[in-house]
Nanobody
Framework: QVQLVESGGGLVQAGGSLRLSCAAS????????MAWYRQAPGKRRELVAA???????NYADSVKGRFTISRDNAKNTVYLQMNSLKPEDTAIYYC???????????????WGQGTQVTVSS
């Protein structure tokens, strides 16, 4: 019903930048919050950044000042600009959206397949 396609991950040296994108498609009536999570090996999945439909944002303390989340509501797409990357940012990054599917009445959370980000020292 809702498909999320992520792109933009890869290998980068410490101090470098990457931009992740996540496009939502399917029978979507509306999308509330959109967010990025990450999961490093042996660790729990954690929230990196989130953005409401109106543009209010929230960031994990570890990425404040380095990462910027944004969205294009017309394209149902969320972005994560990651600057000054550190080795500890290495993880699989997952997109999450809170969406309402056509002809339903309840918003549900949907996950992308994940994209690997590796930061070398």
């Amino acid at each position: 019903q809702v498909q999320l396609v992520e792109s933009g991950g890869g290998l980068v040296q410490a101090g470098g930048s990457l931009r992740l994108s996540c496009a939502a498609s399917g029978s979507i009536s509306s999308i509330n919050a959109m967010a990025w999570y990450r999961q490093a090996p042996g660790k729990r999945r954690e929230l990196v950044a989130a953005i409401t439909r109106g543009g209010n944002t929230n960031y994990a303390d570890s990425v404040k000042g380095r990462f910027t989340i944004s969205r294009d509501n017309a394209k149902n797409t969320v972005y994560l600009q990651m600057n000054s990357l550190k080795p500890e940012d290495t993880a699989i990054y997952y997109c999450n959206v809170d969406a309402l599917v056509t002809l339903t009445f309840v918003f549900k959370h949907y996950w992308g397949q994940g994209t690997q980000v590796t930061v070398s020292s």
